[in-house]
C-alpha cells in the first residue's frame, strides 16, 4: 500500500553505507534529483562523491565513520547539526560467512551492532525530528535473507529479519503520520557484499547471475518515493521470499546451506 507519493526526492539526504554498491547507487539517484548530500561509510568515500558529482549533485559532504559504534552515530549527528534531513537511507551493513561457532565473537558484534543497533539508533534520532517537523522519507535495506533460517550466514539473516519486521512496524506506528518508512529487500547482488564477508568461494559469491546494483537500488528509491513499505527487488526474489514464507524452515535452512557453506 502507498503512502504519500511524490515526484522526486528533494533537500537534504543522508546515505550511510554510500561508498560502493547498492548504496552508492540510491546516492547517485539522490543526485540526479539536485539533493544536497551527506554519504556516509566506514571507508574511502572519494570515488563515491566524484561519482555523485557525475550524477549531478551540487552540494556534496562526506563522512568516513564506523557506524557500528556509538561515537560514529554521535558522530554522524554532529555532522548533520541542526539541519532538517529530508530522507535518510539507512544502507549500512554488512554479513559473515561460516558456522557461527566458528567466528570471532567480535566480528559477531560488530555485524549486529552494525546492522540493527546503528540502524535503529540512528532512525531514531533521526525520525524523531522527522515527526517533531511531520515530514520526512526513511529507507532502510534490509534482505530476503531476513526470511530465511540463514546456516552459515546465520548472524546477517537474524539481523536483517529484525530490520525487516522493525520496518513493517515503525510504519504501521506511523501511519497516521506524513512520515515514510521504507524497507528494500534485495537478494543476492553483485556487490562488495561477498568480500567483506569472506564468502567469495561459496555457491552464492560465485553465482553469474547477481542482481545489478542500479537496479536495486531503483527499486528502492522507486518504493521510497510511492510510499511504498516493502519492497522486495526482483521477481526471481518475489519468488523466493513467497517460497521462504511457506516452506518448513528445516528446509529453507538445508537450501541456503547450500548457498553460504564454505
Known amino acids: 500500500m502507498s503512502k504519500n507519493p511524490i515526484a522526486k526526492l528533494s533537500g537534504f539526504v543522508v546515505v550511510t553505507g554510500a561508498s560502493s554498491g547498492i548504496g552508492l547507487e540510491l546516492a547517485k539517484l539522490a543526485a540526479k534529483d539536485g539533493c544536497d548530500l551527506l554519504l556516509v561509510a566506514d571507508r574511502d568515500l572519494a570515488p563515491a562523491e566524484a561519482s555523485a558529482r557525475e550524477s549531478g549533485a551540487k552540494s556534496i559532504e562526506t563522512l568516513e565513520v564506523d557506524l557500528g559504534t556509538a561515537a ?18 539507512a544502507n549500512a551493513g554488512h554479513g559473515l560467512g561460516d558456522a557461527f561457532l566458528l567466528q570471532r565473537w567480535d566480528d559477531i558484534a560488530h555485524v549486529i551492532d552494525t546492522n540493527i543497533k546503528g540502524t535503529i539508533s540512528l532512525i531514531h534520532k533521526v525520525g524523531s525530528r522527522m ?40 510504519a504501521n506506528e506511523l501511519k497516521n503520520t506524513p512520515i515514510v518508512i521504507s524497507c528494500l529487500m534485495p537478494g543476492v547482488t553483485d556487490t562488495q557484499f561477498f568480500k567483506r564477508a569472506g564468502m567469495e568461494t ?3 559469491g560465485q553465482m553469474e547471475n547477481k542482481a545489478d546494483p542500479a537496479k536495486v537500488a531503483q527499486d528502492g528509491y522507486q518504493a521510497v518515493l510511492k510510499g511504498e513499505t516493502q519492497e522486495v527487488s526482483g521477481f526471481l526474489n518475489k519468488v523466493q521470499d513467497l517460497f521462504a514464507d511457506i516452506l518448513p524452515g528445516e528446509l529453507v535452512a538445508k537450501m541456503h546451506e547450500r548457498l553460504a557453506k564454505p
Open 72 to 89: 560514529g552515530i554521535d558522530e554522524l549527528i554532529e555532522k548533520i547539526g541542526d539541519r532538517n534531513v529530508d530522507t535518510l537511507i
Open 131 to 170: 515527526v517533531l517537523r511531520d515530514k520526512g522519507r526513511i529507507l532502510v535495506t534490509g534482505s530476503i535473507a531476513g526470511d530465511m533460517p540463514g546456516a552459515y550466514q546465520l548472524v546477517y539473516n537474524s539481523t536483517k529479519a529484525f530490520v525487516n519486521d522493525f520496518c513493517v512496524g515503525l
Open 202 to 204: 561459496t555457491n552464492a
